[in-house]
């Protein structure tokens, strides 16, 4: 899992630079890689069950591998980070404090 996150770190990298869409939606990233690593000639001339088998066997990395690359290195630098993301920090802090805030109830 370690190795493939590492393989992973640069082209999500690469991702996050070039299209600022991807910073803000893993489904978006996770397409976009998807496309990129098929390629566009194979993607088309594939059917959904060609597609659904490279996913089963572990050819393509899985959403929640690219989600955590994504989070990690949003995490090392701050200029990868998408529009939303202090949103989704203050909306953090107010759940939390809701949170807490029926635990004591």
């Known amino acids: 899992m370690i190795k493939k996150m590492k393989d ?3 082209k999500v990298e690469i991702l996050l630079r070039k299209n600022p869409r991807c910073r803000d939606s893993d489904s978006i990233l996770f397409a976009t890689m998807y496309f990129i690593e098929i390629g566009e000639v194979n993607l088309k001339n ?3 069950y060609d597609l659904l ?3 089963s066997e572990d050819r393509l990395p899985s959403y929640d ?3 955590r690359v994504r989070r ?3 995490n090392e630098d701050e200029s990868l980070r ?3 993301y202090n949103e989704r920090q203050n909306l953090e802090t107010e759940v939390r404090t809701n949170i807490n805030h029926l635990r004591k109830n």
Request: net charge positive; charged share 20%; no cysteine.
């Open 65 to 67: 591998t690219i989600a």
């Open 82 to 84: 998408g529009e939303s």
């Open 53 to 55: 088998k490279i996913i």
């Open 8 to 10: 992973l770190k640069p």
């Open 46 to 48: 594939m059917n959904g």
């Open 72 to 74: 990690k290195l949003q």
